[in-house]
């Protein structure tokens, strides 16, 4: 009976051994018959990684489909097969071959519109320096053959750069516009330049954005010839960043942010949505959380249709910073709970208000008096919280007087501030004089610091001028006791200078504006002509004037002196050949790191 039970027993092993062996043959096929594999392209490109996470997905779903026999062992009845007990797979964990061959055939187009920038700035000029480097650019007209990039790229002083096409195409370009605030601009190269490559373009739609949307970032990161990055926006209503003092930056503008991770050499990369639409502009990130920022396209848009219309671009303003601020933090500095009720009900879905956070002094909005902390209700009659409605009624009121309500400690406040065109108070002319690069006080440096806008800027203190002592950010006060609050008035002071002559210059620093420092320096107009440089937008050329000095000189006198006397006979009779020597190199050469030195000579 022993061995007839163990041979039994044998028996309903192998029988359930090979029961359960079909049993997950029949199983493996149905997963294969349902669950077809998206074939995958070798050597694929970054946007379709996701294959790796599929399969990954498939193998974790099969070892649960495995691991799940552990119930089967007890019975092998029919209800076992029935699908209503089988682990449901999610259909969205699988990628949609539909879904990559669109964005595949979205980056592949627009690529074809991206272009390397290589660009140089030949002078320093408002803030940056005489730079040579690489970013990117696309192509938004390629009848006209205009280029969208950053204006950090475009660069506010002189511009020498070329494009670099996919195929290695080199073409040269020259700036046709840069916004006086928001972070773009335009360059232009001739079309017929354009030998052997098919220039594709891409559109702009500034109103598809929303969050959550998927995008792809394709450009020159980190030197590469070309790079695509995807990610996905987070926020849509971001501030403008704040890269500090002494630099460029954006504001009255929100900004779009996601995870792409992209680096140095992005900046004007189009931002793309899968119908390969440019819904945003790189501009700049964070190396440390991956976190990129990206302009918005509506005032780019308007822009470009002026130019492309032959019509200048109109820029709006009261010199007054906005910061964009969230209900709970305007209801601390003195919202009302019945203007609250008015914004929501304007729209539903408002969660912020624009706050004035810096009022330049002597400005429209402060002649006007508002101050900062004021609570913007609406422009005219229309209820704006929206920096683009904002822009939108400034740049096309220029000349004209505009009616504000803002509340300030909850009390509504009705303002009356005249705008006026951004583009004056931008310099656009440089003086070279001695060594030295001066030009206007900018109005992107006057709203950070917030200070009036005017005085002249010394962007390069050298040769003649050499006031580093007072620190960065250096304003002529006076020359000769006379006030130079413009370049205009500074050469026409200097000019009635004789040559070889001495003056005084008043002057201090941005970081310190109640610090007056002064120095005594030399006309050397003997060494260098003084040149006026005025930008032309229409040529993307510096013109250059030399301004006409007059013939006057101030003639040295000889001096007398007495020489001490020394015990040493040696000692006595070197003494009146010893000289202490003072010298400046008017200009940089030779790598030579300092412009004055002091030292002694023996005749």
């Known amino acids: 009976m022993d061995i007839l039970r163990k041979k039994h027993i044998r028996n309903k092993r192998k029988d359930e051994e090979a029961s359960d062996e ?38 974790l779903l099969l070892a649960s489909l495995t691991s799940s026999r552990i119930w089967r062992h007890k019975s092998l009845d029919s209800a076992l097969l029935d699908s209503s007990r089988m682990p449901t797979i999610p259909p969205d964990l699988f990628v949609n071959s539909d879904h990559v061959s669109q964005w595949q055939v979205a ?76 972070d773009f601009g335009f360059l232009k190269y001739s079309p017929g330049d354009v030998k052997y490559y098919d220039v594709q373009e891409i559109k702009l739609s500034p109103g598809s954005i929303q969050v959550g949307t998927d995008i792809r970032i394709i450009g020159n990161d980190s030197g590469e010839e070309l790079s695509i990055m995807s990610g996905q926006v987070s926020r849509v209503d971001r501030n403008a960043l704040d890269f500090g003092p002494m630099t460029y930056n954006d504001f009255n503008t929100f900004y779009l942010q996601a995870a792409a991770s992209s ?3 992005s900046s004007g990369s189009p931002v793309i949505d899968i119908h390969g639409r440019a819904i945003g502009l790189q501009a700049s990130g964070r190396n440390q959380s991956g976190i990129d920022f990206f302009l918005p396209l509506d005032r780019v848009k308007r822009a470009l249709e002026l130019i492309q219309n032959g019509k200048s671009v109109s820029r709006g303003d009261i010199q007054v910073q906005f910061l964009y601020k969230p209900f709970d933090y305007a209801r601390n500095i003195g919202l009302s709970q019945e203007t609250e009720a008015r914004f929501r009900a304007q729209n539903c879905k408002e969660i912020g208000v624009l706050v004035a956070e810096t009022v330049v002094p002597e400005g429209p909005g402060d002649l006007a008096g508002m101050i900062a902390g004021d609570i913007l209700v609406t422009i005219g009659d229309k209820i704006v919280t929206d920096f683009g409605e904002m822009d939108d009624i400034f740049d096309n009121s220029i000349g004209q007087e505009v009616r504000l309500l803002v509340e300030r400690d909850g009390e509504g406040i009705e303002l009356v501030a005249c705008v006026e065109d951004i583009h004056e108070i931008t310099p656009h002319q440089y003086l070279e004089i001695g060594g030295a690069v001066l030009h206007d006080l900018s109005y992107q440096l006057a709203r950070y610091y917030c200070v009036p806008v005017q005085g002249v ?137 300092v412009n004055r030195r002091t030292g002694t000579g023996l005749v």
């Open 107 to 182: 980056t592949e187009q627009a690529s074809m519109a991206v272009v390397t920038v290589r660009l140089c700035q030949a002078a320093p000029f408002d803030t940056t320096g005489a730079i040579a480097t690489e970013a990117t650019g696309f192509v938004v007209d390629r009848e006209r053959g205009i280029i969208l990039t950053n204006r950090h790229v475009a660069c506010a002083g002189p511009f020498v750069g070329e494009a670099v096409f996919q195929n290695r195409e080199e073409i040269s370009v020259h700036t046709i516009y840069r916004d006086p605030v928001h």
């Open 457 to 593: 800027y010394v962007e390069r203190p050298w040769g003649m001028l050499p006031l580093e002592d007072a620190g960065e950010g250096v304003i002529i006060e006076s020359v000769d006791d006379e006030p130079t609050p413009s370049l205009a008035d500074f050469i026409e002071v200097v000019c009635k200078i004789p040559d070889r002559a001495r003056f005084s210059v008043v002057y201090y620093s941005l970081n310190d504006i109640n610090e007056m420092h002064v120095h005594i320096v030399e006309n050397e107009r003997h060494w260098t002509d003084m040149n006026l440089y005025t930008r032309n937008d229409s040529t993307g050329n510096w013109d250059r004037k030399t301004i006409d000095l007059p013939e006057s000189r101030c003639e040295l006198e000889p001096q007398t002196t007495q020489f001490s006397t020394s015990d040493n006979s040696v000692t006595h009779e070197i003494m009146p050949s010893l000289v202490q020597v003072h010298f400046y190199i008017p200009w940089m050469i030779n790598g030579f790191p």
């Open 263 to 265: 680096s140095r050499g």
């Open 22 to 59: 079909e049993l997950r043959n029949n199983e493996d096929r149905r997963y294969q018959a349902v669950h077809t594999p998206v074939p995958v392209r070798p050597g694929r490109p970054p946007e379709n990684a996701s294959s790796d996470v599929e399969h990954s997905i498939r193998r």
